[in-house]
């Protein structure tokens, strides 16, 4: 069976500082993955995807970068956080044409 | 760009009562899908729907897709304190293995 990593669970990071969020999948080879961030109020926003390795779409570019070194990892980057990055990160991994299936999450909140 | 709208926001029933909660998209459904997601948690996958007419249940939840392919509806019947949450509608932006793009939920609560 396939599950979906994501670390660490919760962050509390000062304005400025970098960010590495990393995402795993376990079961499956090839997989789309995707990087969302949830805010109050504002619902899941799509940050980016992937169709393969080095292969990225950006839906938000701002201070935000992602990542696919391997197949099945996928990082989300910052140099400089800022205030309004905080909110609720979530990694989701799906096979071509298929649902979705979501980590866990990574609560970051910027001070 | 498609949105998706639904509604309610929230909704606080009295367990063991049903509910519904809909899912209307700007422009035609490909693939409509149903998450729950608990406070601070991932979204769980409930159910897809492609098929205009189709219906889908788990459990005692059922999701359908109106004929036209535009809007979505989830029923649950007589709910209980597991059903609470936050339900998610999500749609494939266009026909095939695209990313999704999300309805902002329906916080639903039940109460004893």
């Known amino acids: 069976s396939q599950t979906i990593h994501q670390w660490p669970a919760t962050l509390v990071q000062p304005v400025g500082s970098p960010l590495s969020l990393e995402c795993t999948v376990e079961g499956t080879s090839n997989p789309n993955l995707y990087w969302y961030r949830q805010a109050a109020g504002r619902g899941l926003q799509l940050l980016f995807y992937?169709?393969?390795?080095?292969?990225i779409s950006s839906e938000v570019p701002q201070n935000l970068s992602a990542s696919r070194p391997q197949d099945r990892q996928f990082i989300l980057s910052s140099k400089k956080l800022l205030l309004s990055d905080s909110g609720f990160y979530l990694c989701?991994?799906?096979?071509?044409?298929?649902?979705?299936?979501f980590g866990p999450g990574t609560r970051l909140t910027v001070t | 760009s498609q949105e998706l709208e639904q509604s309610p926001q929230s909704l606080i029933v009295q367990e063991g009562k049903n509910l519904t909660i809909n899912c209307t998209s700007s422009?035609?459904?490909?693939?409509l899908y149903w998450y729950k997601q608990k406070y601070g948690e991932g979204l769980i996958f409930l159910m897809m729907?492609?098929?205009?007419?189709e219906e889908k249940s788990h459990e005692k939840i059922t999701a359908k897709l109106d004929e036209k392919k535009q809007q979505s509806s989830l029923h649950i019947t007589a709910s209980q304190p597991s059903h609470a949450g936050i339900y998610l509608c999500?749609?494939?932006?266009?026909?095939?293995?695209?990313?999704?793009?999300f309805g902002k939920g329906t916080r639903l609560s039940v109460i004893a």
């Open positions: 999500g749609a494939d932006r266009v026909s095939g293995n695209t990313p999704l793009v």
């Open positions: 422009k035609t459904l490909y693939g």
């Open positions: 729907l492609q098929k205009g007419g």
């Open positions: 989701a991994w799906s096979r071509q044409g298929y649902e979705q299936y």
């Open positions: 992937s169709v393969g390795i080095g292969q």
